[in-house]
């Protein structure tokens, strides 16, 4: 799978958590859930995001040595 791939992969998987989290915060709020989103769900994000951010430095990377190999 190249990098791509797997960075379109992730970015649709966690465009989907984001929609169906907001779905879930709709109906329930209260201190548990809260509580989830501050220790799972908001580290998670900024986590995917970072992930994004380093799978396009390494597409460009790739296409950097490649174009110098080449």
Do not use: F, N, Y
Not at 28 to 39: H, I, N, T, Y
């Amino acid at each position: 799978m190249s990098v791509a791939s797997s960075r379109l992969r992730l970015q649709l998987l966690h465009q989907e958590l984001l929609q169906r989290w907001g779905r879930v915060c709709e109906t329930w709020d209260d201190p548990v859930r809260r509580a989830l989103q501050e220790k799972q769900i908001a580290p998670l994000d900024g986590r995917i995001r970072a992930a994004l951010a380093a799978m396009d430095k390494m597409r460009d990377t790739i296409a950097t040595v490649r174009r110098e190999c080449g």
